[in-house]
């Protein structure tokens, strides 16, 4: 199975102690932990499902509906989510959905939308402001066609650093560049890592539009 994750990444300068209450502010409905023998239907992908990563002093909160409009969107609104998980310096949204080809992500840095890229397919991408360095070294890199028996216009682009060395299909680029954006500024990669973070499984009741989102 591919990866299924989108939410929010920040670090938090104080230890997280009440996940549940930071759900309720953020999505709006009340946050009921879920134990584990009813988690066989649990997925981010549902609006009333989130679930909150902590790996040390770096917090994951997974859940489609408080990231996807802040990618799809450069237009969104980003201030309020920032202000309720308590005005981190660095604020990163993100989807990585492999079964979709769906990546992307939105640095938020005090409070304002610096830089975000969502990228839904070949070339589908939406992008806003100027790409980070670390963005340029793959986005400006060399590439080949894949030799392959379909013509010359199905191709697909492969970029590539070096000799060849590391490869990356057009299609995957903004993957990498998420990968790559997570480890740089978190230290960490939520779906591929060898520690165990402490996990909180949440499920919203009573559910209402979270107090920044009006419609």
Same mark, same amino acid.
């Given at each position: ?129 100027? +790409?980070? &360095? ?5 986005? /400006?890199?060399? #590439?080949? $066609?894949?030799?392959?028996?379909? %013509? ?37 990669? +939520?779906? &591929? ?5 402490? /996990?909180?499984? #949440?499920? $919203?009741?009573?559910?209402?539009? %979270? ?5």
């Amino acid at each position: 199975m591919g990866v299924a994750q989108a939410g929010l990444v920040f670090k938090t300068k104080v230890p997280l102690r009440d996940a549940g209450a930071l759900v309720s502010k953020l999505c709006g409905g009340q946050a009921v932990k879920i134990e584990p023998s009813l988690r066989s239907s649990f997925d981010i992908r549902n609006h009333s499902d989130v679930l909150v990563q902590v790996f040390g002093n770096v917090i994951v909160i997974n859940n489609n509906q408080i990231a996807w409009d802040m990618l799809e969107d450069p237009a969104s609104d980003v201030t309020q989510r920032h202000r309720v998980l308590g005005a981190p310096e660095m604020l990163l949204a993100f989807c990585h959905y492999d079964s979709g080809d769906s990546y992307g992500y939105a640095f938020i840095e005090r409070g304002e939308r610096t830089r975000s890229r969502l990228q839904t397919g070949v070339p589908a991408v939406v992008e806003f402001g100027t +790409p980070k &360095d670390f963005e340029s070294r793959w986005l /400006s890199a060399p #590439f080949y $066609l894949e030799d392959d028996d379909c %013509p010359i216009d199905q191709r697909r682009k492969i970029y590539f650093q070096g000799e060849r060395e590391v490869e990356v299909p057009e299609a995957e680029i903004t993957r990498r560049l998420l990968e790559e954006a997570l480890r740089m500024n978190f230290g960490i990669c +939520p779906w &591929d890592e060898d520690i165990d973070p402490v /996990s909180h499984f #949440f499920r $919203l009741t009573a559910e209402k539009n %979270p107090w920044w989102r009006l419609w």
